[in-house]
């Protein structure tokens, strides 16, 4: 096959295949495979049925997987079947082997076992097999995939994700539908306070005809006049009979309600509606969505990569992972540290805002609020994935993404719990492995209000507490990375992920520099400690200088390596010195410096897509996956191709995100609003999105 690789004709191509199939068949391992045996014997000789188009269809190098769809269905019914044979490589510039494939298409009666025998029988690889840029064969063992066109039966959990996204469809449409009755019905929302006031009112009434609106809709209206008998205590018995029919009104119109929280039209305006008045977290919104831009990008090249591999793997080995801007696609990773850090300014400096002004927080609510506007679009999202997803995979890859939602039969209730980042204890037996993010930020909130709480009581206490935390966590790098010989730089490495990537000890420290910037601007008026322009000088430029030195200086990674001692201070500060970068800089927009990149971060245009970062980061993985899986061939890589795919997943991601908004996370919130005390409702479409913002932020 190495030969292939490099032989310049094709005619030499097809002597060398079938020499090497032959030299196969010739191997004495093939006791328990007769009948596979005959039929690739009259494959060589030529006389099974349609030979030669089997030989075109099979491919004739790595990564080559032939033409899957022309050996499935152009070939003579049982004649052949396409199997997908597959090892690993292993190169200096990762530490986990790169998958290659070969596609075959071979004789009906061969199967995936009949195949193996043969490959690991006459294969017998004792020593790794020399290639270009120290790249070799580290496995002997080669895995081969038949029939991959057999298709997922639609069992009971397909049928049910099919029946519930009728169900929310058909909410949609009603609740649209009603919401628009109301707007255009004159008068919406008049007088419904009147009947409130009616009834808790103890003054003298004079004797009249009370009309009370009992709904938004001014048609409904109780007209009720108090009987002669009743005169010596109007109110009284007024009341009473007012109470019962509104009694029953009011039940219809929270019904009403709750079917106009799926509403499309509200929903969208809500998404839609940019509150006026500005506000010195803005900033953040602009950082959020380029931050979610980052993580698709860098997880575009690597869904790519992992593990189907290119075509010009080489050439990437050679040329392109040294290049200084492709580091941008493994830092993309600092983009969750970002999101750690914002996530925990954001609800420590909301939660002390509400302790200094009421004097206590409701901690039930607390929680309950995280679990409620969490969960549901969580846990739908992810049963799409697991139910839905796998009938629409065909091809040579399927048996790959089978076995990934395989994974969320088993450990499903590990993420609804928010721990799949601890169980499974491998990070790649963990069901939809990207939402570790997830379950991490929910420990961390769990454990915030024992720092808020601290600082309540007493403010250095709470500062020595973060200190102490941040220099255990960079103890914690330091030590896992020195013992188990970790290298912070392949994203596929499955023991770095399981030890040290997707762990509360890991990446506590982006997060704890979010708690001491709540800490530090959480009062109605905080000192701004870059009020000078020096310091402010200084502060941007030292800014500049980490990003640099954490995101793009690790090309000398792949290019020469990195020593061990290299390897352990990259782990131990990279993450938290690119945070404290992206900190000084929030810190300062804050107090209404930064200039352009204030004024840029801030932009009105941002809104609406702050708030589809969440669904589009739940939805952007399956969309890669779905894509991804769905090709007959290994990729190819080019700049134009990449940057071509990366657009489509963004446009696909926030666009699917806004669907499972519309369908699932604004509803459930909507639904929060209506039943929670604590929320108040508003008919203001514009409060109601400030308020809806100010959500999302928490939200983070």
């Known amino acids: 096959v190495i030969v292939l690789r490099t032989t310049r004709y094709r005619s030499m191509r097809w002597r060398l295949c079938i020499t090497a199939l032959a030299c196969m068949l010739a191997c004495g391992t093939l006791g328990e495979v007769h009948q596979c045996y005959d039929s690739l014997h009259q494959m060589v000789m030529g006389s099974y049925p349609s030979s030669l188009w089997m030989f075109d269809f099979t491919g004739k190098s790595f990564n080559d997987l032939g033409n899957y769809d022309e050996c499935e269905k152009n070939l003579p019914p049982n004649t052949a079947h396409f199997c997908t044979v597959q090892s690993d490589i292993k190169s200096k510039a990762t530490v986990a082997p790169l998958r290659v494939f070969v596609g075959m298409c071979v004789p009906l009666n061969c199967s995936s076992s009949d195949l193996e025998a043969i490959f690991n029988g006459s294969a017998n690889l004792t020593s790794p097999i020399p290639l270009p840029l120290n790249v070799s064969i580290t496995s002997s063992y080669f895995g081969v995939h038949c029939d991959p066109t057999v298709g997922v039966p639609w069992g009971p959990a397909g049928q049910a994700a099919m029946a519930l996204i009728i169900i929310l469809v058909i909410l949609m449409a009603a609740g649209t539908a009603l919401d628009l009755f109301h707007e255009r019905t004159p008068g919406r929302g008049a007088g419904s306070a009147e009947a409130s006031s009616l009834l808790s009112s103890s003054a003298p009434v004079p004797y009249q005809p009370v009309t009370v609106p009992v709904e938004r809709n001014p048609s409904s209206h109780l007209s009720i006049r108090p009987h002669p008998d009743e005169l010596g205590n109007p109110m009284s018995n007024l009341a009473g009979r007012v109470h019962e029919e509104y009694k029953v009104r009011g039940t219809f119109s929270k019904f009403s309600q709750g079917l106009q929280c799926f509403s499309v039209r509200k929903n969208m305006t809500l998404l839609l509606t940019i509150p006026e008045a500005s506000n010195p977290l803005d900033s953040l919104n602009g950082l959020r969505v380029i931050m979610m831009m980052w993580v698709i990008m860098g997880h575009t090249l690597n869904y790519m990569l992992f593990p189907f591999n ?90 790959l993404y089978h076995l990934k939602t395989d994974l969320c039969d088993a450990n499903w209730w590990a993420n609804i719990l928010y721990i799949n980042n601890l169980y499974p204890a491998r990070a790649e037996d963990q069901c939809m492995g990207w939402t570790w993010y997830m379950a991490i930020d929910f420990q961390f909130y769990c454990f915030a209000p024992v720092l808020i709480l601290l600082y309540y009581r ?85 800014s500049i200088i980490v990003v640099i030195a954490c995101t793009l200086l690790t090309f000398s990674y792949f290019d020469y390596g990195w020593s061990q001692a290299e390897n352990i201070s990259y782990l131990a500060f ?33 809104v609406p897509f702050t708030r589809l970062t969440f669904t589009a980061y739940l939805v952007h993985p399956v969309i890669m996956f779905v894509l991804n899986y769905n090709s007959a061939r290994v990729f190819h890589y080019s700049p134009i191709e990449v940057a071509i795919r990366y657009l489509a997943n963004l446009i696909l ?48």
């Open 310 to 399: 290119f075509d010009n793997i080489l050439y990437i080995l050679r040329h392109v992972i040294q290049n200084v801007t492709f580091q941008l696609v493994p830092a993309a990773e600092f983009a969750v540290d970002v999101f750690l850090f914002l996530s925990a300014f954001l609800v420590v400096f909301m939660v002390l805002r509400e302790l200094k002004q009421k004097g206590r927080v409701s901690w039930a609510l607390y929680f309950f609020h995280r679990v409620w506007r969490l969960t549901p679009v969580y846990a739908f999202i992810m049963f799409m994935y697991a139910a839905l997803t796998p009938h629409m995979i065909s091809g040579p890859y399927s048996y």
């Open 458 to 542: 007493s403010p250095r206490i709470a500062w020595a507490a973060i200190g102490a935390l941040v220099l255990s966590s960079i103890v914690i790098n330091v030590s896992v990375a020195s013992v188990f010989q970790l290298s912070p730089m392949d994203p596929n490495d499955d023991e770095y992920n399981t030890l040290l990537y997707n762990k509360p000890y890991a990446r506590n420290g982006p997060y704890l520099i979010g708690v001491a910037m709540a800490f530090l601007l959480h009062d109605k008026d905080p000192v701004d400690y870059t009020r000078h322009k020096v310091v402010r000088f200084a502060g941007y430029t030292t």
């Open 574 to 606: 990279s993450r938290i010195g690119f945070t404290l970068a992206i900190a000084f800089v929030i810190y300062s927009t804050f107090h209404g410096h930064g200039g352009i990149v204030r004024r840029f971060l801030s932009m009105k245009l941002w």
């Open 653 to 700: 991601a926030f666009s699917v995100g806004l669907m499972m908004y519309l369908m699932v996370e604004k509803p459930t919130a909507n639904l929060e609003r209506m039943f929670m005390p604590h929320k108040a409702r508003t008919n203001n479409r514009k409060e109601e999105a400030r308020q809806d913002l100010h959500q999302e932020r928490e939200n983070l």
